[in-house]
């Protein structure tokens, strides 16, 4: 009979949904449990070890008690999920063998048994000595190309217009301030500190930006950077900047909503968009989207910003957190701006 | 030496600028003033007596001090202008001979000198047994044409979609709705009264209707009519119904913004938008627009909808005010919803 290896598989819990922005209480890390190094004979499964987790601001979403989004709640006491890179340590799917890479939805533990459904989105991916495995988490994954289908798709860019960019250093942020400079537009990002603006102004080749903490009157802000006005903004806050852009923006101009979801986690109280209504002379169009809809452009993605990155045109700026423990402080740093870059968790060494 | 009559010019001048809803005392029925029933020679000028005059929201906008707009505001102490059919009774352009009808931005009075130039907008218009002539201001007018090109430009309406509009027995909504019925879509307006309600039902063959004066909860209204979500909002009033609308917006739904304009007027403290991070998880387009945008297919516009209300397909209905006199109230009953359909003024008869 056949010996198998049974280890340890920590894991991070949802203890209880949570209502308004969460805390690392409101995760735990769970000792103890052991897993099967093996994926069961007639189990189409396939068992990974977790090498980087991904911590994105949607999934915010899925730590509440709401049937009604587009994705399904965490389950309380059972392990989170989100994106991982993960390897391939034994298999029951003859599609997944020993030793490959994958990308796509995993647990936020050590090991993962994973069956293939097209909601795990899961892709191969291959070791590249020029690209870190960890950007296909952020430049290659998701949060990338949510940056890409959304200024390519959604903000019609053109060649010399002014884009404007909320959370600009953030995984999203950072990628459609470099997408716009390839693009021949001027562009400006917002950030909340110092630190961040510096990146954006020095690192990530933005032509302009500012601290928004530091701004009392953001209105006045957009009108110092864009005195012709906004052409296209990247809305990845939504909020009070939101508003200060409606007033700010061009005849025609194009607003992507991105990443509002996160904000309207931070305030119970809403304060409400007051200024939409210059949607209507400025023939402004708004429009929310998910990188999920645009998968028919993710291969001409990933081949256009691997060389760009590969050609040294763009950059990209990782927070990464070392070991399981410090995933849920990793996690609820994005919602208080704490992390700088794309925040990913190293689970075990390549 | 020639001999030019000279007669009374009554006009409806503006008192002074308006900060909230316009009342009737910001107007003034100016009596005594007279004009030359003549063209000057050399003016390039031509004189019309004008026959009908629109009372259009947008025209708010203009009676305020405020610059910034796609429309210079009006001078206190002078008429008030708008779109009007007048006839032309003498002439100093080569273009415009006595007995024309026209179309286009004409003065709140009973005669007017006009220059041609693009801001008036002016068009040629052909007595037509079939059509009131007083149709060139609504449903052959920027009315009927802020429905058709909002419709079919901005709201990409497909066979069988749900179909929702506001302020649906207005100007605007009362043709949205019908041209939606046959584009195959399911209708329902929403109006401020029993009556208008009855006639969206009976007379504009809406699928349904309902007076939201006595909905104390919008969106419980909605998911009445809407179980299954809406395609498509065509939004007249904005404020609380958008709000209410969002919450209701299937997956890829459209919302064109057209009257929040003049809603906006109404409330000096806007509540403001809360709802409007739905467009990220249901991917929705929101757009503002203006008729002004979309000239290219006016002509279009006219043969269709002239040869649907030839057949019978499309009917439209007018609140006409009989007089200059009665034009301050018609104007500003706009702001109340006391208008049934589209609000003329006769000032002249045919």
């Avoid at 049974?6 to 769970?30: A, C, F, Q, S």
């Avoid at 949510?146 to 002014?162: D, L």
């Avoid at 404007?164 to 917002?190: D, E």
């Avoid at 939409?276 to 452009?297: M, T």
Wanted: glycine residues 10%.
């Amino acid at each position: 009979m056949e010996e198998v290896a049974v280890v340890e598989n920590k894991k991070v819990i949802l203890k209880n949904y949570v209502d308004g922005i969460p805390t690392e209480t409101d995760m735990e890390l769970k000792m103890g449990d052991t897993i099967e190094l093996k994926a069961p004979k007639g189990s189409s499964s396939f068992l990974v070890k977790n090498l980087y987790l991904s911590c994105d601001p949607y999934m915010r979403s899925r730590m509440r008690d709401f049937h009604g989004s587009y994705l399904p709640p965490f389950l309380p006491g059972q392990r989170i999920e989100g994106f991982g890179v993960a390897r391939v340590i034994d298999s029951d799917d003859p599609n997944y063998t020993p030793g490959e890479l994958i990308c796509g939805i995993t647990g936020w533990e050590e090991y993962s048994l994973l069956r293939n459904s097209n909601e795990l989105q899961l892709r191969k991916i291959q070791l590249d000595d020029a690209i870190p495995l960890s950007y296909h988490l952020g430049l290659l994954g998701m949060a990338g190309f949510t940056a890409y289908a959304g200024f390519y798709e959604i903000c019609s860019p053109k060649k010399g217009e002014s884009v404007f960019v909320s959370a600009a250093s953030g995984a999203v942020g950072q990628l459609v301030g470099q997408l716009a400079k390839l693009n021949g537009c001027y562009v400006v990002g917002s950030a909340g500190s110092k630190q961040k603006v510096d990146l954006l102004k020095n690192k990530l080749g933005f032509d302009e930006a500012f601290n928004y903490k530091e701004e009392a009157d953001l209105d006045a802000a957009l009108k110092r950077y864009f005195p012709e006005g906004i052409n296209i903004y990247f809305d990845n806050v939504g909020g009070s900047m939101l508003d200060a852009a409606l007033l700010n923006m061009k005849v025609h101009g194009r607003i992507a909503l991105c990443g509002m979801v996160s904000l309207q986690s931070l305030s119970s109280s809403s304060q409400g968009i007051n200024n939409l209504y210059n949607a209507i002379p400025k023939r402004l169009r708004l429009e929310g989207f998910l990188q999920s809809d645009h998968v028919h452009i993710f291969p001409q993605f990933l081949e256009h910003v691997k060389e760009y990155y590969k050609e040294g045109k763009i950059v990209y700026i990782e927070d990464m957190s070392e070991g399981l423990e410090l995933a849920p402080a990793a996690l609820v740093g994005l919602f208080s701006g704490k992390n700088v870059g794309k925040q990913v968790v190293r689970v075990a060494n390549e």
